[in-house]
């Protein structure tokens, strides 16, 4: 174990003392439950960050498609110049 020392204004130690006495549990105990429960949640997004996320992704779907419809299709521009008759134009 590792010794540490925090200072806790007294709104914070009233919570701590008041739910350590509700769940019977040490301080100590409080504390090291409540640091795994934020730990925990850290890793996860926030709405902040899942609207981003989804921003980005939503952004990016339109190239993807496309992207992924010219790999399915490589010679696009000489099939459509076949349906046309054979009167494919080089630009």
């Known amino acids: 174990m590792v ?3 925090f200072t806790f204004d007294d709104a ?3 919570k701590l003392r008041q739910s350590a006495a509700r769940l019977d549990k040490s301080l100590r105990e409080v504390v090291c439950e409540a640091i795994d429960d934020y730990s925990d949640r850290v890793w996860q997004l926030g709405e902040r960050e899942k609207g981003h996320l989804l921003r980005v992704v939503n952004d990016l779907m339109p190239a993807m498609t496309a992207a992924r419809d010219e790999e399915a299709e490589p010679d696009a521009q000489p099939a459509e110049a076949r349906r046309a008759g054979g009167r494919h134009r080089s630009r």
């Open 3 to 5: 010794e540490m020392t």
């Open 12 to 14: 914070t130690a009233a």
